[in-house]
Every structure is written in C-alpha cells, then in structure tokens.
C-alpha cells in the first residue's frame, strides 16, 4: 500500500492523547446514537399511526371491484351484478404469504331511527368472526357485544347512540335505497356501541352483520363491495397489492382492483414524507455542531505538532502528504465513532423496540390525521438512517480536518524547528 | 326583418319593468296548478335507471303548502309505505317494520323512494314565489309556439338547494312545457319535461311530468296523474301520524 505512512501517521497520532481521542470520538457517536434513535422514533411513531390509522377499519390494502372507487355505488360489486364466490376469493387473498386477515364488506348510504330521531349513516355488513382478523372495532367495543352473524343487529358509536337515544338493547328502524330499487327497510337491535375517537365513525357508521345487511339491500350473499386485508409490515402494503392483482387475476376472480393504502389514505403518505424530510434537519443541526468540536481538536494536534510537521517539511515531505495524514487521522477517528456509536445505538434500539417508552401516563392517548395515537414511542429500525448517519459522521470528520490540514502545510520548518 | 328585429329587442327590453307583476303571477299560478288550495290525486310514478325500472302507484292529498299526504298503493310489496309532510315536519311510515320515522331537515334533498324526485319535491315548503326572484329572460315564439322563459334566482335568504331555475310556459293556455333545475355552481342539474295537457279536476293540467338528471341522461322518473280532483273537504286534522299508520283513507 504505497500511501500506508501517511495513513500509520495519522492512526498512531489517533493514540498520542488518546483520552482526547476517546473524548471526541464519544462526542461524535453520541451525534451518531441521537441522529439514528430520533429516527428510529419518528419512523416508529409514523409506522404506528398507519398501523392504528389503516387498522382500526380500513385494513392496509382492500380489493374492489374496478368502478367502485370514487364513487361506491351500491350496484359496483365484487365480480358485478352476479356477485362472486367470496369464500373462495378470501381463500385465495389469504393465500398470499405475509397477509394476515382478509375480511369481506358491503356498504350503503342509509337511515337509523329510533323513531323520533333520524339519522343518515354509513351502512357497514361485515363477517363479524373475519373481521376480527382485520379491524380493530371489536377492539373499540365499549358496551354491549359484537353483532351475531347474520341476525338483524347493529353494533353502533356511542356518539351515534347519544344522538338517538338508544343503548344495547333497543330498537332502531333501518332504511337504504335497496339495489332493485325497492326501499329496504328493517328493524335491527342494537347489539353493542364502540368508540373510536374517530368522528365519522363513531357518529356516522352503523355496522351490522353481512348477510342481514346483504338482506336489507336486496344483495345475494354473492355480492360484496370489498375484501379488506391485514399485513404486517404497513410499508409492504404496494408491493403486496400488486402481487395480489396478479395472483386474483390468475385465480380467476375477474375484472378486481387491488389497492394499498398509501392510495386510498395518501394523506398518511403525506404525513410520513414530512416526518422523515423532518429528520434531515436533525442530522443536519448534530453534525454542524460536531463539525465544530471536531476541528477544534484536530486544530489542536496539528499546532501540538506543528514541529513534527516542520521536520517532514524540511525532510522533503510535501505538503499534500501533510494533508493526507491529518485527513487519515480524521477519518480514522470517524471509524472509530462510528463503531462505537453503533454499538451504543443497537442495544438501545433493540431495547426500546421491545420495550417501547410509554407516554400515555403524561399526556393520554390523542388523535392525529384521523387516527387515534397512543403516545407509545416504539422505535423502529431506521436501517438507512444507519447508513446515512455514518456517512453524514464521516464526512463531518472530514470537514473538520480540513482547515487544520491547510494550517499544518503553512507551517514555516525552518523558523518552527529553531524555536522562534 | 328589421321591423321584426325591432319588435324583439322592443319586448326585450319592455318586458322586465312591463311584465314583472305578471311574471310572478304566471309562475305562482304554474306553481299552484297542480295543487288547489286542496286536492286529491292517483299518480303513476315509474322510475328508470341504469340498474333496474319500477313502477308505483300513488294517492297524494293536499291542503295548502302545510300538509301532504302521499301513500304508495301498488306494488304489493312496498303498499302502505306512506310519506306525511305537516308544516315543517317530514315523517315516513314503514308498514314492513310498522313503525313511523321522523326524517330531518337534512336529507330534504335525498330522494324519494328511488326516484329523482327528492323529500323537497313532493312536499313542498313553500310558494315559489316566495323563495325566487322572478325575471322573464325570453318572450316570443319556440317552435312557432308563443312562450315566456322565466328565471328564478333564490333571494338572498331562501333556504333552497338549487342556484336558478329556468321555467318556460306556454302563452295561449298558461301550461308549463318545462323547467330546467341549476345547481349552486350554475350547471344544468335536472330537467322536468311537462306533457299531455289534459282536464283533470275540472282544470287544464300537465298530466305527466319527466325528470331526466342531466348527468344520467338515460335514467328518468315519469309522473303520470290518473285523477285528480281539487279544492275538496280535507282538515288539518287529516295529516296525522294516525292517518300515515292507516293504509285505509
């Protein structure tokens, strides 16, 4: 290795006050820890609020028949008018590797009334064993009990049930324009209320049981509008869709759109976008800092040996070898920072991913873009953060020693190695 | 051709200071036709859409613009259902459930029964010349038939859901022919052709009515009166929930 002196000088010159090593280096991985365990919250508290935003009702990716979306016209079911074999649709999502739960839906714009109080709602018929596996409304159960399949039923919100004065128990007059045309109507029982946090649902959603509500609008039990589906990994949600499309397609459900939720809830991709554009101020704001701390020292080892340099000078050594030492000494402490600032970040990582920091006892739980937040700050792994973070220490390193490195080229030998 | 250039834009101008009186009492009487102080009819409401086509018979009653009373006759399956507006107040009865609920202001728009008619339509609130400034935007001949074309702008403080309407009436015999409905953005929203100017109750009415929505153009309602009979004995006491429970009159 032709350039290895200049790289020993600067690693052994590392070793000369290695307590001023240590001390800078630690300065820096502490910028390295923070910049990557700020991420690694925000990414974890954005990866949460999808989860909590998509898996309250939505689920992270749902299928529909083409023509459905924007407009959810009662008539736009799954495999058209004649409907679909849902059973064996769900078999086939829930085939896919890496899709937890898939769950059939019908929707409708009705009425609710108890009688002296009418209110128009979302009209919600769901499989209440699959839908378990999807939601979380049972979940949000606050009194009473989930809908029996296919009894004439309703599970309602608690800021719905205000407004009608029902509770679990009572009785409500059910009206939607049916799809022959006719005005279904029926009565439901109210078999429990939920409470979200979230408006629409809570005052504006009445969920009952698929096949009463397949009934109530004159559907087949055929015909769905949407098959929502579970995964794990929210930011797995448009490759999933898309392999889905593909798999539905082979399996011969017709014409079906497949879609995550990065589409059908951009807003969230928004937030998400914001946050992590966010985290390059951080980076930026710890590193600057560092910049400084670092030429400092570096500045401060180079005037040390301003004699040293003087003698190389006036051996014949030229001033881009002088460069490169101080170069090689500062990227050398930036290896060292960041070996140990990984390994002060991963224990911490790995703790408060499994062992998350829980705020609720300060500030409770809150809502957020429609989704209820509970102030738990799990940390994800920002992996590229990781990367981009050791990068960013390197490069400040460099920075740093750039100045210092001019100064120890402008050392005069002669005048420096006579001590004036 | 100059003379006759002369005497349009001569009527043109005339026309909104001669005729404003005139125009309202034209519109409050198209307005007031199909009603009487009080009446009584039998309509055949067929509804056509894209998805599927029915038909309904209906007794309709009517005292002023305070109460209605409109019950589905036929078919079977939805007989009975029956629809009672009393002063400001919707309700519907449901004889499926046999229960009678109280519909808000709020879905006044939505429509009634499946048909392109809304809640607002059937029962109206009030006169339309309370609600619109009235303006007559052409006078002369169409298709060699004399005409007015009003338009009615709300007034500034209507509770109505539509931006203008634009109404055309037929001079020699005072019928409506149609009458276009513009939303709040002023685009054409629905249009109700009037058709088969028949006597019916001892007056001259439209015995059909066709609404198109203009962004569905192949679907339709058609509003066919079979009888009607006017200003007959009918009390406020009529239009109670008891009577919207009975399927007898």
């Excluded at chain 1, 078999?191 to 109530?216: F, K, R, W």
């Excluded at chain 2, 953005?185 to 007056?203: A, K, P, V």
Aim: net charge neutral; aromatic share 8%; glycine share 10%.
């Amino acid at each position: 290795m032709p350039a290895s002196p200049w790289w020993r000088i600067g690693w052994r010159n590392l070793g000369r006050n290695s307590r001023r090593t240590v001390l800078t280096a630690t300065g820096l991985a502490v910028g390295y820890w923070s910049v990557v365990v700020i991420t690694g919250m925000a990414d974890g508290l954005v990866a949460d609020m999808v989860r909590t935003a998509t898996g309250i009702l939505s689920g992270q990716v749902q299928a529909h028949a083409p023509e459905y979306l924007p407009d959810r016209t009662l008539y736009e079911t799954i495999g058209g008018a004649e409907g679909t074999d849902v059973p064996a649709l769900l078999h086939a999502v829930e085939a896919e590797p890496g899709v937890l739960g898939a769950a059939p839906r019908v929707y409708a714009g009705g009425l609710v009334s108890s009688g002296a109080t009418t209110v128009g709602v979302l009209l919600l018929g769901v499989d209440p064993a699959r839908e378990d596996s999807v939601s979380r409304l049972a979940a949000a159960l606050v009194e009473g009990r989930l809908p029996t399949p296919g009894a004439r039923e309703l599970l309602i919100g608690r800021e719905l049930a205000r407004q009608l004065d029902v509770a679990p128990g009572g009785e409500l007059v059910v009206v939607a324009p049916a799809a022959d045309g006719s005005l279904g109507n029926d009565l439901f029982r109210v078999s429990g209320l939920y409470a979200t946090g979230i408006a629409e649902l809570d005052a504006g959603t009445a969920v009952g049981p698929l096949a009463a509500i397949q009934e109530l609008l004159a559907l087949a039990p055929g015909r769905v509008h949407e098959i929502a589906i579970r995964i794990g990994d929210p930011w797995a949600a448009p490759g999933m869709a898309d392999s889905l499309t593909r798999r539905l397609s082979a399996a011969g459900a017709g014409p079906i759109a497949v879609r995550p939720w990065t589409t059908f809830r951009p807003e969230l991709v928004d937030y998400a976008n914001l946050s992590s554009g966010s985290m390059w101020i951080v980076v930026l704001i710890v590193f600057a800092m560092a910049v400084f701390g670092v030429a400092n020292t570096l500045l401060m080892t180079t005037f040390e040996r301003r004699r040293e340099f003087a003698l190389l000078l006036a051996l014949g050594a030229t001033p881009g070898g002088i460069v490169r030492a101080v170069l090689a000494e500062a990227v050398a402490l930036g290896v060292i920072s960041i070996l140990l600032g990984v390994a002060i970040t991963v224990p911490v990582l790995v703790w408060w991913h499994h062992d998350p920091i829980d705020l609720s006892r300060l500030f409770g739980d809150f809502t957020m873009a429609g989704a209820l937040v509970r102030p738990v700050l799990r940390t994800d792994y920002p992996l590229s953060m990781c990367f981009y973070a050791a990068g960013a220490l390197l490069l400040t390193a460099l920075l740093a020693a750039l100045y210092p490195a001019y100064r120890a080229t402008r050392v005069p030998p002669a005048d420096t190695l006579a001590g004036r | 051709m100059r003379a006759l250039l002369a005497c349009v834009l001569g009527a043109l101008l005339a026309a909104p200071l001669a005729a404003q009186r005139t125009a309202r009492e034209i519109v409050d009487h198209v307005d007031r036709m199909l009603r009487g102080s009080s009446s009584r009819g039998e309509i055949t409401m067929e509804v056509v859409t894209a998805h599927w086509q029915r038909s309904m018979d209906l007794a309709i009653w009517s005292l002023g613009t305070e109460y209605a009373l409109i019950r589905i006759t036929a078919p079977s399956k939805d007989a009975g259902t029956a629809t009672l507006k009393a002063g400001t107040e919707i309700w519907n009865y449901l004889p499926r459930v046999d229960r009678v609920i109280k519909l808000p202001s709020s879905l006044m728009g939505q429509a009634w029964m499946g048909s392109h008619f809304t809640n607002d339509d059937l029962v109206k609130e009030s006169r339309i010349i309370e609600d619109y400034d009235i303006a007559i935007g052409y006078e002369g001949a169409r298709d060699g038939v004399a005409v007015w074309e009003f338009v009615l702008t709300p007034k500034p403080d209507a509770a109505v859901i539509w931006g203008r309407i634009e109404e055309q009436v037929r001079r020699e015999d005072m019928m409506p022919t149609w009458a276009k409905y513009y939303d709040e953005r002023g685009e054409l929203s629905r249009t109700i052709t009037f058709s088969e100017f028949r006597r019916l109750g001892g007056r001259l009415v439209p015995a059909v009515m066709t609404v198109v929505p203009t962004d569905k153009p192949d679907e339709r309602t058609v509003i066919r009166y079979r009888n009607l009979e006017f200003d007959i004995k009918l009390t406020p006491s009529f239009f109670s929930l008891r009577q919207l429970r009975s399927g007898a009159e």
